[in-house]
């Protein structure tokens, strides 16, 4: 497989998570994602972000979650976030500190 398809492959299948993760699995919160599988829709902005700032296109954390969700972050948690008791936010305390670092 040459390059180009290869990297067409994986923006298509990068492109469906997101179709999925936003529009069909709404209901799956990002806390859950994190304490499962180590990361969630945030870290796909934040990668998102990562990537164009390595090629030298200025992103801010909002507007590559505004890219990611296709909305405002606070439209999103209004419309599809539910409070998260404390056994799963102790449980994402630990998952975002192995997976992602400190919060600061």
Known sequence: MDDQTRLELEAAAFRRLRQHLMEERTDVQNIDMMNLAGFCRNCLSRWYQEAAQERGIDMGKDEAR???????????????????????????????????????
């Open 66 to 104: 505004e890219i990611f969700y296709g909305m405002p972050m606070s439209e999103w948690k209004a419309n599809h976030q539910t409070d998260a008791g404390s056994d799963k936010q102790a449980a994402f305390e630990k998952s975002f500190a192995e997976n992602v670092g400190s919060k600061s």
